[in-house]
């Protein structure tokens, strides 16, 4: 009886590891630094935010400004647009549509999917922030 309670703990224990380790490798923490702000976006302003496949770019916010991306109708994405790879507030990812290139260092990040790098040197995402519909017309951009 002493060996199955042994036993018994042993799986918990080891079940227990399992699933603290894996749970942490799914969180993907950015190296960019992550600076509070909020901002709204008035659609009927910034239009080019209902076509989807555009973005935009909001400077002042976050560390190295926001690049706002609507995938779908009703779909947006921000991220900041500090290059993970040279993670300085002058390497900023430069937007085009579905599309960001860093002008210091040549990585290239597809909007789509969590802004993951299409083309290196850069190996991490893009930081994402949240995006909120505050109404028809008004985004709410924060972190």
Same mark, same amino acid.
């Given at each position: 009886m002493q060996q %199955? #309670?042994?036993?018994? %703990?042993? #799986? *918990?224990? #080891? *079940?227990t590891l399992f699933f603290i380790s894996n749970s942490c490798d799914k969180i993907q923490d950015s190296q960019v630094p992550s600076v509070p702000f909020t901002f709204t976006i008035n659609l009927t302003v910034a239009n080019e935010l209902a076509i989807p496949g555009n973005s935009m770019y909001f400077p002042g916010a976050g560390y190295g400004? %926001?690049? %706002?991306?609507?995938?779908?109708?009703? =779909?947006? *994405?921000?991220?900041?647009?500090?290059? =993970?790879y040279e993670i300085t507030q002058t390497c900023k990812v430069v937007n085009s549509g579905v599309l960001g290139e860093c002008r210091?260092?040549?990585?290239? *990040? #597809?909007? =789509?999917?969590?802004?993951f790098p299409a083309k290196g040197p850069a190996a991490a995402p893009l930081r994402q922030y949240n995006v909120s519909r505050m109404s028809s017309v008004m985004l709410r951009v924060y972190n």
């Open positions: %199955v #309670l042994n036993r018994g %703990v042993f #799986l *918990f224990f #080891l *079940f400004g %926001v690049i %706002v991306f609507c995938e779908m109708p009703d =779909t947006y *994405f921000a991220f900041d647009a500090t290059c =993970t210091c260092c040549g990585s290239k *990040f #597809l909007f =789509t999917g969590g802004a």
